[in-house]
């Protein structure tokens, strides 16, 4: 009688680390947030790769899912250490989970006197705090994430020499690096005279400052020894608005050379308060808020090619009771905040009615037209968005290959 041969034994089953990392990238892209890829690809070696290991990835899930709001930062006048107050969404734990894992109460900051710290904010950009003590004559960039803190001395008082008339420090910003994480971390340092800037910066591979040289003067010639107001750094380039004078002050941080461009025509002349930013392709924009309607211009090339402030839409929020419950007359206003990446920040003005009632915080895309609500506070200091950059240990370098044996 012939023997029986066993049954062959089943396949080994398929899991999801067997799955090739086109696949996984499928997965990956419809994860609600930016969290909850970092828990995913840190669960294991296969899910890590598959992110680091595409740019194209990358760029792709930042498109679908921006880089999320975790908070914004109030930074009072005064000695009081800036306050976070953070974005609540319980839809999503995983932000959350960040935001609760996070140091945004900046305990790492070095405070020689605990009733003066004497710490403010500059800029907040690449998931980085970057904060001044003029006590110390000290910066300090500080993630809050990572809690990693760097200290970096004032530039030196040569920065001011050769001035016509007073010069006076203007901002102080960080300069953006791309997905080379071996960048250094580097800082632009501006200051103004009677009719002339000048910059230098700061680099952590040297630890020491470069001063650049003065700007060519301006025309006409200020009359108000502060001729510039705050400005914003869009995509490597610091933007000043004239405080008298139809143009904006240009420094290129790459060439480190300053210029100047003109406002949209409807600007001129004009005292509406608006502010300069980026859409979400990364152009150029202004935004300005007239009552309870938003006015969009972005810096663009017309049908000859020449570049030029084209209009591009009007947001009617009136609409924004929906969301707070209030009215138009108890709001006010609306007030813009800062505009990063395609978002624009405003508030409602009832703080500046009376200061002791809250303003309402939102949001809108200008993509796609959807306000988002924030949250209610007090309008009483310098606010600064805190947005989650991408984690450096999502991005492929040679430095984890070194660490992986790779």
């Not at 050769?162 to 960080?174: K, N, P, Q, R, V």
């Not at 010639?221 to 490597?236: A, C, I, S, Y």
């Not at 988002?372 to 984890?400: C, G, N």
């Amino acid at each position: 009688m012939a023997s029986q041969q066993s049954p062959p034994p089943p396949p080994a089953p398929t899991t999801v680390i067997d799955l090739g990392n086109d696949l996984l990238r499928e997965i990956f892209l419809r994860l609600p947030s930016l969290p909850s890829l970092v828990r995913a690809a840190l669960s294991c070696r296969t899910f890590l790769h598959a992110v680091r290991s595409s740019p194209a990835f990358r760029r792709s899930f930042s498109a679908a899912r921006p880089p999320p709001l975790l908070g914004l930062f109030f930074d009072p006048d005064g000695p009081a250490i800036p306050t976070f107050a953070p974005l609540r969404r319980r839809s999503d734990p995983d932000l959350a989970a960040v935001v609760r894992g996070a140091d945004f109460f900046l305990t790492r900051l070095p405070d020689d006197d605990d009733t003066f710290p004497g710490w403010v904010i500059e800029d907040c950009r690449d998931g980085y705090v970057l904060l001044q003590n003029f006590n110390s004559e000290q910066f300090a960039v500080y993630n809050p994430l990572k809690r990693a803190l760097d200290l970096i001395p004032h530039p030196p008082d040569q920065l001011f020499d050769d001035s016509h008339g007073d010069a006076t420090y203007l901002e102080c910003y960080i300069l953006s690096s791309s997905e080379d994480t071996a960048q250094p971390l580097r800082l632009v340092y501006t200051c103004h005279d009677e009719s002339r800037a000048r910059a230098a910066v700061f680099s952590s591979d040297s630890r020491e400052w470069q001063i650049f040289r003065w700007s060519e003067p301006v025309t006409p010639q200020p009359e108000d020894q502060h001729w510039l107001k705050v400005g914003t750094m869009v995509n490597g380039f610091v933007y000043w608005i004239h405080a008298n004078e139809a143009y904006i002050f240009v420094l290129n941080t790459a060439t480190l050379e300053f210029s100047q461009m003109d406002l949209p025509p409807a600007l001129v002349g004009r005292d509406f308060m608006f502010r300069v930013g980026e859409n979400k392709d990364g152009e150029l924009c202004i935004v300005c808020a007239l009552e309870f309607d938003l006015f969009v211009w972005v810096w663009r090339a017309d049908l000859d090619g020449t570049m030029m402030w084209i209009f591009d839409k009007r947001f009617p929020l009136e609409r924004i009771v929906e969301f707070t419950n209030g009215t138009l007359e108890e709001h006010g206003e609306l007030r813009i905040v800062a505009i990063v990446g395609g978002y624009v920040y405003f508030s409602t003005n009832e703080t500046f009615e009376d200061p002791l009632y809250p303003c309402w915080f939102l949001s809108l895309c200008l993509e796609t037209s959807e306000v988002d609500t924030i949250f209610q506070k007090r309008f009483d200091s310098h606010i600064y968005p805190y947005i989650m950059a991408w984690p450096p240990s999502l991005i492929e370098s040679k430095v984890h290959h070194q660490l992986e044996g790779v």
